[in-house]
């Protein structure tokens, strides 16, 4: 019963944060760069936000600067 009761313990490492951060950065920057890469791809995108190819190209490069957001807060 008193276990129950205690403060719960983080279900994962703070480090585990930053790396999943880390990765999740480079999924959106890969996924990006391939959209931009294969001219179908950029063609369904354009044709689904109806943008110009140029505009979503332009939209996805300004994306990888900053894919997620900004960086989480480190911790000392």
């Keep these: 019963r008193e276990r129950e009761r205690a403060s719960p313990e983080p279900p994962f490492h703070p480090s585990f944060v930053l790396f999943s951060s880390e990765w999740a950065v480079n999924q959106h920057r890969d996924t990006f760069t391939s959209i931009i890469g294969h ?3 950029l ?11 140029k505009r979503v190209q332009f939209n996805l490069m300004n994306k990888m600067l900053r894919p997620c957001g900004p960086p989480p807060a480190k911790s000392d």
């Design 43 to 53: 063609d369904h995108v354009a044709l689904v936000e109806n943008e110009s190819r």
């Design 39 to 41: 001219p179908n791809l």
